[in-house]
């Protein structure tokens, strides 16, 4: 049974920083598609970045380039998300999602599973 767990999340100032991270367990493939969305209130759920095992594969949204960092620990089966210069429009609970396999880039993400999120705020 594939398991996501999320942590890191908090409550920062503006300009702060925080880290994500999202431990996988389960996965029988080596081919992996990762990603972290989110949802403010009353928002739809929104994709921020993903990463897969193929080199060089990552995506951010438009909002977050420049600002935060995906990256993978193979060895610890973990996906971390860094967050830097922190506004308070990125206020939301972050989800980390998964599919076993390559979609032919990470942005086809199907989000066969999904952590239970992690609420971020950040104040003004």
């Given at each position: ?6 942590s ?17 367990s ?17 928002k ?10 193929r080199d ?6 438009d ?13 610890k ?6 967050m ?20 032919g ?20």
């Amino acid at each position: 049974e594939v398991q996501l767990v999320e942590s890191g999340g908090g409550l920062v100032q503006a300009g702060g920083s925080l880290r994500l991270s999202c431990a996988a367990s389960g996965f029988t493939n080596d081919d992996f598609t990762l990603g972290w969305f989110r949802q403010a209130p009353g928002k739809e759920r929104e994709g921020v970045s993903c990463i897969s095992s193929r080199d060089d594969d990552i995506e951010y949204a438009d909002s977050v380039k420049g600002r935060f960092t995906i990256s993978v620990n193979n060895a610890k089966n973990t996906v971390y998300l860094q967050m830097n210069s922190l506004k308070p429009e990125d206020t939301a609970v972050y989800y980390c999602a998964a599919d076993s396999g390559y979609r032919g880039g990470c942005s086809y993400i199907r989000g066969d599973y999904w952590g239970q999120g992690t609420q971020v705020t950040v104040s003004s």
